[in-house]
Structures are given as structure tokens and as C-alpha cells.
């Protein structure tokens, strides 16, 4: 559509009538109609028909003298890769003069685009002696890479990033230590003074992420990691933290990173679990009670409640205990908790043919289970059925599971008590 009708806008540009440029205040149109080609010139950028875009900006330099149009002419000729019409048309407007950087620094880029790097060099290094700003300084920095002396490109980027220590210029500057002269330590160490002296962000922690990783340097990840969660609370970030520290089994570091994070509840219900800290594991699996309403977790709290007492015996632990555990029973009748209260009701002898009852439920569900066979034996042994209790417990042995330390107990025990009742019957 814009190539359709361009010839059409340029006709009624060079047609038109225009107000004397030469006598323009600021922001003064220099024709009735300037405002809607800047609009076409604009579509034209939109649709990425560049040439058409130039070639409107160019016709709106020529009627109004403006050397904004000129920049945007010349910038969509670059878009379009036409790097001798820009070199050739600055010349022509500059002659040689450095007086406007702009059109100097359009002209630069195209000799770079053109792979004329020696020509743009010296341009360049004339420029950036005139004008000593940080743009120009990286222009000429981006010229000593295109020919690979990044020695002397960094020298210059140095030059640029003192004058604002701008953390975009750093990075390209770590990148060339890093990857093209290979000073690792030294591009990680101006990272990290950066990061000391002016500020962390995440642009600096990502390109440590990304040296660290290379370089496989645990300490140097968990370091950046820790920042860059400090600086914001990432998910993907906190999993990098707790894979880190599980790595290298730090568990109570692990454990003080979830606690202050909240990152991972379920993980650190774990940590404590595994660390047999049952008092915290309780209030935290009741603290997820609350907050997602999942019975599991009352179930769980039930369980590391009664773990966490040194008294078994409390009676007032095991009311709340078997509250909790009934409470999950009636809603879901999961083995793991039907065999847990049905062992505490027959191990304190509260209700040992109701204990029974609970684990008979779960063994429906896994007959073969070697811990839930041991809580039945027991409360056998419990009613005084001694020789149907080491029956039972005689299988479990069998299982898996069979070895654990409390089953050996039960099967001495009942073991005993079998042989007590041999020999009493033989007395008499």
C-alpha cells in the first residue's frame, strides 16, 4: 500500500505550497500538511518498507531544512542495508566536517556495515576526540572488535564506562575479558566490584550466573543466587538456592534459607522431618492444614505430634493425637493412618480390638505390608493370643520391612510369651 501511493506523496510534496523554512520558529510546520506524511512515514516504518519510509523523510528534509527528517531518512536506509547511499549522502550534506556527529556516527555505522572497518576507525577515533561522549567511545570500542583487537576495544570501553559506570557497557566489557581474551578472574572480579561499589541488579547476577556456571563454581552460584533472590523473590530463583545447598548437603543452611523464604513448605516439612525436628515438622503440617485444607497434612501433623513427645505416656498427647487421626480416617481412609491409630490404641491398651479393627482396614488395602502385620501381632499379644500373634509376626519377618529394630522387639516378645504358655501347660 505505502509503495502504491508514495509517488502519489511526493507529488503533492514537490507540488505543494510550503511556508519559507528559512524562517521557521521551533516546532513551526514548515507546510499545511507536514504532520500527515510524518504519519505516513511512520506506517511505512511499521510495515518495514524502509525505502519508502526514507525516501518520505528525505522529501520532508529537502521543504523544511529540518535535520531531524535527515536522521530518520538516512536510518531507514541503514534498516534496509543501503550503506553507500548513506555514506554518499552524508558526504555530500557534511563535507568531511565532524561539526554534526550525527550524521558522522550514521556514516560510521555504515562503513561498518560495509566491512570498511580502517575507514570508520579513523572517523571514529577523530569523533570521539572531539566529542569525548560515552556513545562514541563504545562506536569506536565496537570497531576494534569487528577487527579483533579487543585489547584496544576494551581500553575504550573502559573509557565509556568511567564516565557513568553504566552496568550495560560492563557487560560487554566482562564478555570480551571472558570470552575473547580469556581473563576469566578478571572479568568476574569487575563484575563483583560493580556489584559491590555501584549496585547489584540483575543484568550483573545473570552474567555471574553464566561465568559461575562455566566455570563450575559452586560457591561463586550460591553467592549470586542469594543476591539475586535478595533482589527479587523468584521462584526459579529459590529452586536454584535449595538444589545448591542439597548439593552440598548443607541441610541446616537448607533449612534456615525455607524458613526465612517460605519458598518451599513441602520441602521444608521434609528437611525437618529428616531431621527428626518433629516439633517443628508438627506446626508447620498444621500450618499447611490451614492454608490448603488438605487432610494429609492432618494427618501428618497427628503423627510428628505424638513423634515429638519424649512422654508416650501423655495422656492429654494422645487424646489430641487420636482426635486428629479420626478426624482424617472419616474423610479418607488412607492406610498409613488407619494402621498408625490403630497401633496407638493398641499399644497403650486404650482400645486394643478397635486398634485391630483400624488395622485390619489397612491391611485390605496392603496385605503384604511387613509394619502393618506387626501392628496386628501386637495387638494379639496385647489380648494374650500369643500364638496367632507370632503366627502373624513370623510373616512379617518374611517381608520387606521384616528386620526393623521394633518388629525384632515384638517377635522376642511374643516369642517369649509363646514360651510361657508351652510351659505353663506342660506344669500342668
Not at 509517488?7 to 510534496?13: K, N, Q, S, V
Not at 559506570?165 to 570470552?179: A, G, H, P
Not at 494422645?318 to 493412618?337: D, F, G, P, W
Request: contains cysteine.
Amino acid at each position: 500500500m505505502i509503495k502504491i501511493f508514495l509517488p502519489l506523496f511526493l507529488a503533492l510534496i514537490f507540488s505543494g505550497c510550503f511556508s519559507s523554512s528559512e524562517s521557521l520558529k521551533p516546532n513551526e510546520k514548515a507546510f499545511a500538511q507536514e504532520d500527515a506524511y510524518i504519519l505516513f512515514a511512520l506506517r511505512a516504518e511499521q510495515l518495514k518498507d524502509y525505502a519508502s519510509a526514507s525516501s518520505i523523510y528525505n522529501a520532508l528534509y529537502e521543504k523544511s531544512n529540518k535535520k531531524e527528517y535527515l536522521y530518520k531518512s538516512l536510518q531507514n536506509n541503514l534498516a534496509e542495508n543501503k550503506n553507500a547511499q548513506v555514506i554518499s549522502k552524508v558526504d555530500e550534506v557534511t563535507d568531511g566536517s565532524l561539526e554534526d556527529s550525527k550524521l558522522v556516527k550514521l556514516k560510521i555505522v555504515a562503513l561498518i556495515g560495509d566491512k570498511k572497518f580502517e575507514e570508520a576507525r579513523v572517523i571514529a577515533l577523530s569523533l570521539v576526540e572531539k566529542t569525548k561522549e560515552v556513545d562514541d567511545y563504545i562506536l569506536v570500542s565496537e570497531i576494534y572488535v569487528k577487527q579483533k583487537k579487543y585489547d584496544t576495544a576494551l581500553k575504550y570501553l573502559e573509557s565509556a564506562y568511567i564516565k557513568n559506570y553504566d552496568e550495560n557497557i560492563l557487560d560487554v566489557m566482562s564478555i570480551i575479558l571472558y570470552v575473547n581474551l580469556q581473563k576469566k578472574k578478571q572479568a568476574i572480579a569487575q563484575l563483583e566490584t560493580h556489584a559491590r561499589m555501584v549496585g547489584w541488579s540483575k543484568k550483573i547476577g545473570t552474567r555471574l550466573i553464566g561465568f559461575y556456571s562455566d566455570k563450575n563454581d559452586v560457591e561463586g552460584l550460591l553467592s549470586t543466587y542469594l543476591r539475586l533472590y535478595e533482589l527479587e523473590k523468584d521462584e526459579k530463583i529459590a529452586k536454584k538456592i535449595v538444589q545448591i545447598y542439597a548439593y552440598k548437603k548443607e541441610f541446616i543452611k537448607l533449612m534456615s534459607f525455607l524458613q526465612n523464604s517460605g519458598s518451599d513448605d513441602d520441602l521444608l516439612l521434609q528437611v525437618y522431618i529428616n531431621a527428626k525436628n518433629y516439633k517443628k515438622a508438627t506446626l508447620l503440617a498444621k500450618k499447611l492444614y490451614t492454608d490448603r485444607g488438605d487432610v494429609n497434612y492432618l494427618g501428618q501433623s497427628a503423627i510428628f505430634e505424638y513423634e515429638s513427645y519424649k512422654n508416650k505416656n501423655s495422656k492429654k498427647m494422645q487424646a489430641s493425637v487420636i482426635k486428629k487421626l479420626t478426624e482424617v480416617i472419616n474423610i479418607e481412609k488412607k492406610q498409613l493412618y488407619l494402621n498408625y491409630l490403630g497401633y496407638l490404641l493398641i499399644d497403650h491398651s486404650i482400645d486394643i480390638k478397635k486398634g485391630m479393627k483400624y488395622v485390619r482396614e489397612a491391611l485390605k488395602v496392603e496385605p503384604n505390608s511387613a509394619f502393618y502385620l506387626d501392628s496386628l501381632a501386637w495387638g494379639y499379644y496385647k489380648l494374650g493370643n500369643c500364638k496367632k500373634a507370632l503366627k502373624i509376626i513370623t510373616k512379617a519377618t518374611k517381608l520387606d520391612g521384616g528386620d526393623d529394630p521394633e518388629v525384632q522387639v515384638h517377635v522376642k516378645a511374643i516369642k517369649k510369651c509363646k514360651n510361657k504358655k508351652v510351659k505353663g501347660k506342660k506344669k500342668k
